[in-house]
């Protein structure tokens, strides 16, 4: 029941963001600038009438210069972090996390935001095809993503990704990741 409930949730969320049309565009294409048809990066939408507080939106560059990536050892035994220079987005931390051995070749992130404290990142279907490789596939490939995003984003306020697939909820080698994740130990 629950389950049931927090994917209602999700996806209500989800068409109303994509419904909404109560949004604040701001050009962050340099090449464009001044095009008001310019599809941005950084919006900002109301989610509830009845809850003003509830704000979903799409930060532009949420980093302060340094990622800290989350990646397997080379035994595939426990996390390993290393520290980098970065400014970008979720989308382009998710290629540097591909740079650095924390994620394979050809995953990608479609599209991402923030809702409260917690990171929602749409991924492809590569990274579904990863996860689903073996149970430590699953454990590092989703713990790299998660404990990337955390640790580069806390000073936002970030704690806790809720990761989709194709806008679908990740489905796992053992299960449904249907809520969002904290720090994997």
């Known amino acids: 029941m629950k389950k049931a409930l927090v994917l209602f949730l999700t996806a209500a969320l989800l ?4 419904a909404c049309k109560k949004n604040k565009k701001v050009n962050t294409n340099v090449d464009n600038a001044g095009d008001d048809n310019t599809e941005a990066q950084s919006t900002q939408d109301t989610i509830s009438e009845a809850d003003s507080s509830a704000v979903a939106y799409i930060p532009e560059d949420i980093t302060n210069g340094k990622a800290i990536i989350c ?4 035994e595939y035994m ?4 290393v520290e980098v220079d ?3 987005n979720a989308i382009a931390l998710v290629q540097l996390m591909i740079e650095n051995g924390a994620l394979k070749e050809g ?4 599209e991402y935001f923030v809702y409260g404290d917690e990171l929602h990142i749409n991924m492809n279907k590569a990274f ?6 073996g149970s430590a596939a699953e454990y590092f490939g989703v713990g790299c993503l998660v404990n990337t995003m955390i ?5 936002e306020g970030i704690k806790k990704v809720l990761i989709t697939v194709d806008g679908d909820p990740l489905i796992g080698h053992g299960g449904t990741f249907d809520e969002a994740l904290g720090l994997f130990e």
Not at 78 to 81: K, Q
Not at 128 to 133: E, F, P, S
């Open 78 to 81: 426990y996390f390993e972090t």
């Open 86 to 88: 970065f400014e970008g």
């Open 128 to 133: 579904h095809d990863y996860v689903n490789a």
């Open 71 to 74: 990646r397997p050892d080379s």
């Open 15 to 18: 068409l109303t963001f994509a």
């Open 151 to 155: 640790k580069t984003y806390s000073h």
């Open 107 to 110: 995953i990608a992130a479609n």
